[in-house]
């Protein structure tokens, strides 16, 4: 199977399957010092593993990384970090019918067009649970981000119908910290307690109709400089709209004002250049800190949308491998809204990018080199 390496400095392969002996990635160009633990890595993945909340699948893992390679005396070697995390809870009888037939809304039929064979319990590659390598290699791009100052602020925007109120703009006009205490200390990872009420009571409605949701995930990234990105082919918003797309559940991405600069005009949309404590700024952040594919200083600022859980327990209609009609119920332990679970993942996604899009950058200028060598 091809595509299942990203990056170009910093560069990952993510391997294993849903109900395998194990997830893992393996992590190649990370600079060497960086100091690094698992613990640095089990942070990122306690955001995302099962079990959390009554809002996610009870399938019980504890997802803890072990680091196999590129680690010594806690600092990063320069060599390849291979990262694993081993299954420990997988119930694959619970999938021995869907090997004949094809899930609405899931990989199955794509699947065996493309190679005649799948791996059927859970999706194999397709899960979820792939996530996993991604997020244990984001841990690391965002300790080596979060040494130059560039923080992420990650959270679900909407549920469903119930969205939060602030902008972007406004949430980080608060204390980032208290608001990131905030965003975790309830489980769908929203900013504003009476919109994850809402959001609750909504979901509760859908779980007791055997239903799922979807939503939106946003993403503020602070501290980011400017010059990151290529012009052309590898600009900077190119390259987190593939990042954010490659996550299973997206079916939309959108940076800045996004789809809404379509009802706008060019006085209304362009961001007017300032000074602001002596360097250029801009006054408005319409562009989602981007600008012809390079960052411009500003908060890269985009979103996700995330599609509703297609396994669910209501009937649904499709066709078996012979080709007949007939009708389904998904048995499993699945998530009844995916969003939660996903915004460490789409973080993770970003933090690559950008890690990538640093070290990319140091032989954009002469100078650059003649400061490191």
């Known amino acids: 199977m091809a595509g299942s ?8 392969t993510t391997w294993g ?44 893992e504890d997802d803890t990384v072990q680091i196999l ?15 694993v995390v081993f299954n420990e809870n997988q119930r694959s009888r619970d999938y021995g019918d869907i090997a004949t037939y094809y899930r609405p809304g899931h990989a199955d039929y ?22 996993i390598g991604r997020v244990a290699a984001g841990a690391v791009a965002a300790k080596i981000l979060e040494e130059l100052g560039i923080s992420f602020l990650t959270y679900s925007r909407a549920i469903g119908p119930v969205s939060i109120e602030k902008t972007a703009e406004e949430l980080l006009s608060n204390d980032t910290t208290s608001l990131k205490q905030q965003i975790l200390s309830n489980p769908l990872y929203m900013p504003e307690t009476e919109a994850a009420d809402k959001a609750q009571d909504f979901l509760e409605e859908c779980m007791a109709q055997h239903n799922s949701a979807g939503g939106i995930i946003e993403c503020i ?22 990042a954010i797309f490659s996550i299973g559940a997206v079916k939309g991405f959108e940076i800045g004002d996004g789809f809404a600069v379509a009802a706008s005009t060019g006085l209304q949309n362009n961001d007017a250049f300032c000074t602001q404590d002596g360097t250029v ?8 800190g981007i600008l012809g594919g390079i960052s411009n200083g500003a908060p890269i600022i985009f979103r996700a949308a995330i599609k509703p859980t297609p396994s669910i327990a209501s009937t649904q209609q499709t066709v078996n491998k012979s080709g007949e009609e007939i009708e389904v119920s998904i048995r499993g332990r699945h998530d009844p809204i995916i969003v939660p ?19 990319t950058n140091m032989g954009s200028k002469i100078e650059s080199l003649l400061k490191l060598y």
Request: with cysteine; proline share 4%.
């Open 5 to 12: 390496t990203f990056g170009t400095q910093f560069k990952i």
């Open 221 to 242: 990234i602070t501290g980011v400089p400017a010059g990151l990105g290529e012009p052309v082919f590898e600009k900077l918003d190119a390259n987190l709209a593939k």
């Open 110 to 131: 794509t699947f065996d067009m493309k190679y005649g064979f799948r791996d059927y319990r859970g999706g194999g590659r397709s899960s979820g649970r792939e996530t």
């Open 17 to 60: 399957e849903s109900h395998g002996k194990g997830i893992g990635v393996v992590i190649d160009g990370c600079p060497a010092g960086l100091s690094l633990c698992e613990d640095d890595i089990q942070k990122f993945l306690n955001r995302r593993k099962p079990g959390q909340s009554r809002f996610s699948t009870p399938r019980k």
């Open 341 to 359: 679970r996903a915004v460490v993942v789409v973080e993770s996604m970003a933090a690559l990018v950008l890690a990538d899009a640093l070290l």
């Open 69 to 83: 390679s590129g680690i010594f005396e806690g600092k990063t070697t320069g060599t390849p970090i291979s990262l």
């Open 281 to 288: 700024a801009t006054a408005t952040n319409h562009a989602g």
